[in-house]
């Protein structure tokens, strides 16, 4: 099974069920970066807010993120130039920037132990085939202000052409942050819910949130759940994809603190190191795909061992987790009101997830509170950008249209139980309706529709995880059906055939 360092290592939160129902000026959906922040800064000014989340705090993206901070992007600050201006990218920067220094100043104030520390950010080419993305994105940082070095050899075992240094940037650990930050939110303003996962919004004259032992009856709503729950025009803009991360104890020599960032290496794209009491990890992430759409899941966490072991001297892989993230179609994230009135969204952050979170929080305080805020044009999540989105658009839609094809009669994985082994999923043709089947290791069978509850595509197994993933727009359930995230509300549709064989 998986496993976060972040939420193994962080202490555990301990908020209760919401077993009743209330009313408030302000329901946040969604306990990681961004809902937390959110409900902090909200309480703080005065409004009374209700935070649900559906496991523990921290227990989903943010638990699962790579725990770094950094003004830069995945995408590079160049390509947001190309694609939009320099003002644009400037803006980004100084954002994100800001954000950082929040982290900061939070985890300064109330002594939040979650080992934040100001790191070096580095990207490198270990070739002359990618140099001249070192070359452009070093224009760009000097554009920015950024304090940018050219460098020729990394203080890593790593092959080296070309490397540009960004100092100032940050590390911790996301999970231990968020319930940290949870503590000394003022609870006469902001209650906490976990285990509460919300299964059903209703629009109404206000809005009421339905979980299975309570309601709570919101005047508005911000879904801070990493893309937006239930069906929206928007999700036609947002492109889900899945990175994983291993982390293993260093055995001998050292990892010097950074942020690494590879230019060209499928399966080590970022490295960086960790320490917790006297034991040191190094983390190293990469492998990029589609939600749903690979037929080797497992492969991805074999090979990040594989260059692990390649570059240093670790012991057995102690943690294997993944992340899911959601691509901008014109590469700046959506925060802000959405075209349902008094719903407010924070999605399409892409992998830079912890940074744009607590962005995303600062945005809808100023926003809900009626001040100004020099980043809401930016972000805001009603643009209107069809040049800037086109190409992703219409590449990444017909990749959607092609999943539904799956529905077509006779394609299906497996013809009879028999062939479904112990710890396996597979999509089987049962009276002419596509079954999601997975037979547990005692080799009892659980059968559940293939059909995806948010917008009816067939779910894909992943055998890394054990779980059915919606390879349409992004939804994840459990191997027993359950929801594990995205944007559907309910879990897949049980089927009547209880045998073991």
């Known amino acids: 099974m998986t496993r976060s360092i972040w939420k193994s290592t962080a202490t555990k939160s301990n908020f209760p069920v919401l077993s009743e129902n209330l009313e408030t000026e302000i329901a946040i959906v969604g306990g990681g970066i961004t809902g937390i922040t959110a409900a902090y800064l909200l309480a703080r000014s005065g409004k009374k807010v209700v935070l649900l989340e559906a496991g523990a705090l921290g227990g989903g993206t943010t638990g699962d993120s790579t725990g770094n901070l950094y003004a830069m992007v995945d995408k590079r600050l160049h390509h947001i130039q190309s694609k939009w201006d320099k003002e644009t990218a400037s803006k980004v920067a100084q954002s994100r920037a800001q954000a950082v220094n929040l982290v900061e100043e939070l985890v300064n104030r109330y002594e939040i132990d979650c080992s934040f520390k100001r790191v070096p950010w580095y990207l490198f080419s270990e070739t002359e085939k990618k140099d001249k993305t070192i070359e452009k994105e070093i224009e760009a940082a000097k554009d920015y202000g950024l304090p940018i070095e050219e460098l020729h050899e990394l203080p890593i075992p790593v092959k080296v052409s070309t490397a540009i240094k960004v100092e100032n940037q940050a590390q911790f650990n996301p999970a231990a942050f968020v319930r940290g930050l949870a503590e000394q939110i003022d609870s006469a303003n902001c209650r906490i819910f976990e285990n509460s996962e919300v299964h059903h919004i209703e629009k109404k004259e206000e809005l009421v949130l339905s979980t299975s032992s309570g309601t709570v009856t919101a005047k508005k709503i911000i879904l801070a759940t990493h893309t937006p729950k239930g069906i ?72 990040l061992d594989e260059n692990a072991r390649r570059y240093f001297d670790v012991e057995e892989i102690e943690y294997r987790w993944s992340a899911q993230h959601y691509k901008p179609a014109d590469g700046l994230p959506y925060i802000g009101e959405s075209t349902d009135d008094n719903i ?31 980043w809401r ?81 067939i779910v894909d197994w992943n055998d890394a995880e054990r779980s059915w993933d919606c390879p349409c727009h992004g939804s994840r359930f459990k191997a027993t059906g359950e929801v594990i995230e995205g944007p559907a509300f309910s879990p897949l549709d049980k089927r009547n055939l209880n045998k073991k064989e």
């Open 232 to 303: 929206y025009g928007l999700q036609t803009a947002l492109y889900p994809y899945r990175e994983y991360a291993i982390a293993a104890r260093l055995k001998s020599g050292d990892f010097p603190d950074g942020i690494y960032w590879d230019t060209e290496a499928d399966f080590h794209t970022s490295m960086r190191t960790y320490s917790k009491g006297s034991d040191n990890y190094v983390l190293v992430l990469g492998g990029h795909h589609k939600v749903g759409q690979e037929d080797d899941y497992s492969r991805f966490f074999d090979k």
């Open 344 to 374: 407010y969204l924070a999605t399409g952050f892409s992998t830079d997830g912890l940074t744009y979170g607590v962005l995303a929080a600062m945005i809808l305080d100023d926003q809900l509170n009626g001040r100004e805020n020099a």
């Open 377 to 457: 044009d930016l972000y805001k999540a009603s643009r209107f950008t069809p040049v800037k989105s086109a190409k992703n658009f219409i590449k990444e839609n017909i990749n959607v249209a092609k999943q539904y094809l799956k529905d077509l009669p006779g394609k299906a994985e497996v013809d009879s139980l028999e062939e479904i082994g112990p710890g396996q999923g597979k999509v089987m043709e049962i009276e002419r309706e596509k079954w999601a089947v997975y037979r547990d290791d005692k080799g009892e069978l659980h059968c559940q529709s293939a059909v995806c509850t948010h917008m009816d595509c």
